[in-house]
């Protein structure tokens, strides 16, 4: 008799598993052919294009950034040389909470787990011969995001590229950033103004640009479930729409640039259903409350990031195999574009072998492994199936229990999807540690090692060479328009009127972000969770 592995039989977010999902699972689950659909059709579980990827790879957009400008752009072009097919922007921490740096609180944290910009000479350095009209950029951006793409545009402008040319997505979700990141700077609802000013902006400048990308991979990676990952993401997009909604924007002016981004984590079944369940519902949620007339404001396009919490530090090749695993899963669930981990990112950030080894890991699975030759591969297996149904039904409960609360945001305040999360982390962790959950190289499989990969080394001078580059920009531009942009953003802050073409003009007047953003605390003010949250 074959001793059982575990104690009882779970997905990794806990979802109970029938030894066979048969049949008379589905009728349990009132699941029936029709309701499945087809890819490029309503309620877009199978996909929301008809021919998937037979006529369009996903994305391959690899994360990067560290250290300089110069050496994020170098960095850059060897991922496009090698294949790449779109850009996204990591930047480092200063940066991501509107700090310059030369601010004291930026001492010893400039370029180190992103590049920093503080000026447009930086993202002028960043973006050096990469044409913006041709190459899709994301930038991993939320507080500051109005003033990072003021200058994107700016850059764009100075290459002749029309800003109603450029191509790409700001993260722009300060909601997630309360939940389970916090990198937020601003009280929520003066956050949400800065989001709507964007949607409006954009809607009439920037039409090509995706204005948000309503983000569950940090969700999940502060230890959610998948369930809470789609719940979460979806009530935050809610909130979002309403938002712009109040704001006097129709549904059909913003939602078609709305996008999302989600993790994958190891449980491949539960994850490609995850995808599915996530399309499904935002259909549903968005065409029976809000009827809009484009087909494409209640069809969820995503961005794919796999787990960096599940890479493991011990044996770290190890982690090319979960990788391999999670981006397949991606594109079984049918993303719109992928980023697959370097498998030393637990030990520091990617080295070029590693960045290298991780995007050919995407084009091996598009050109060798068939999964990209069908739609929605999975659909129709009795297990994937009954796992959509389950999360499309549990995480609506979930967007249920929010809204009885007030919605996202007063949830938020309440700190509610803030326990949510520790508790879940709470049940993981005592999983991994009672050893009813095995991760190889941490409680199973153990080995000792020779030796581990030679982590990235940043250059230490880049936080030194920023301030200097700061000092001399101060003393050469023209004080008396910078007062004058400063004070127009204040004024602009305080009657409602809309900052973004404040910002534009402060950013090409050489305001630095910083400048930027303190102008805007000093009438927004600043937020700090209440303790507990």
Not at 384 to 397: G, N, P, S, W
Not at 422 to 430: G, R, V
Not at 499 to 521: H, R, S, W
Request: charge should be negative; glycine fraction near 8%; aromatic fraction near 8%.
């Amino acid at each position: 008799m074959v001793s059982q592995r575990r104690e009882d039989w779970k997905t990794l977010s806990g979802l109970e598993l029938d030894l066979e999902s048969t049949p008379s699972t589905l009728e349990q689950l009132s699941i029936l052919p029709e309701d499945l659909g087809g890819a490029g059709r309503p309620p877009y579980t199978r996909g929301i294009h008809s021919t998937m990827y037979r006529s369009r790879l996903w994305t391959m957009r690899q994360y990067a950034g560290f250290s300089s400008a110069k050496a994020t752009n170098e960095r850059f072009k060897l991922l496009l040389e090698r294949g790449q097919k779109g850009l996204s922007v990591a930047f480092d921490l200063p940066t991501q909470l509107g700090l310059d740096a030369d601010d004291e609180m930026s001492l010893g944290e400039v370029g180190k787990v992103g590049v920093s910009i503080s000026a447009l000479g930086d993202m002028r350095e960043l973006l050096e011969g990469i044409p913006l009209d041709k190459v899709s950029t994301s930038m991993t951006i939320n507080a500051p995001a109005m003033v990072l793409l003021a200058m994107y545009i700016a850059i764009g402008e100075e290459q002749g590229v029309e800003p109603h040319q450029v191509l790409g997505t700001i993260q722009n979700d300060i909601l997630k950033e309360y939940i389970a990141r916090g990198t937020y700077v601003f009280p929520p609802a003066q956050s949400m103004r800065l989001i709507t000013d964007i949607f409006e902006y954009c809607s009439e400048h920037v039409p090509k640009w995706n204005t948000i990308s309503i983000s569950g991979y940090h969700i999940r990676e502060a230890g959610s479930t998948a369930v809470q990952e789609v719940a979460f993401t979806l009530a935050n997009a809610l909130a979002y729409v309403e938002a712009a909604i109040k704001t006097g924007l129709d549904i059909d002016s913003f939602a078609p640039r709305l996008s999302f981004f989600f993790n994958c984590h190891n449980d491949f079944f539960e994850e490609a259903a995850k995808f599915r369940a996530a399309r499904t519902l935002w259909y549903e949620l968005m065409s029976t409350r809000y009827a809009p007339s484009n087909p494409k404001s209640s069809m969820l396009r995503f961005h794919t990031q796999v787990a960096g919490v599940s890479l493991t530090a011990q044996q770290p090749l190890n982690n090319i195999a979960r990788v391999t695993i999670q981006a397949l899963a991606a594109v079984c669930g049918g993303t719109q574009s992928l980023h697959t981990n370097s498998y030393d990112e637990a030990l520091g950030l990617p080295t070029e072998k590693s960045a290298t080894v991780a995007l050919r890991t995407q084009q091996i699975i598009a050109e060798e492994s068939g999964a990209a030759d069908v739609v929605d591969p999975l659909g129709g297996s009795y297990h994937v199936e009954a796992l959509t149904k389950r999360i499309h039904d549990l995480a609506l409960e979930q967007i249920e229990k929010i809204e009885s609360l007030g919605g996202a945001l007063n949830a938020i305040e309440q700190g509610w999807q803030q326990r949510e999360i520790h508790n879940a982390a709470y049940q993981h962790l005592n999983d991994v540690e009672s050893e009813n959950r095995k991760i190889v190289g941490v409680n199973h499989g153990l080995m000792d090692e020779d030796s581990v990969p030679e982590p990235l080394k940043l250059d230490p001078t880049v936080g030194d060479e920023q301030c200097r580059r700061l000092s001399e920009l101060r003393s050469n531009r023209n004080d008396a328009a910078v007062s004058t942009c400063l004070q127009d953003i204040r004024n602009a802050a305080e009657s409602g009127e809309n900052l973004f073409p404040y910002v534009l003009k402060a950013v090409k007047n050489d305001c630095t972000l910083g400048e930027i953003i303190q102008a805007m605390k000093d009438i927004f003010g600043t937020w700090m969770a209440p303790s507990g949250f």
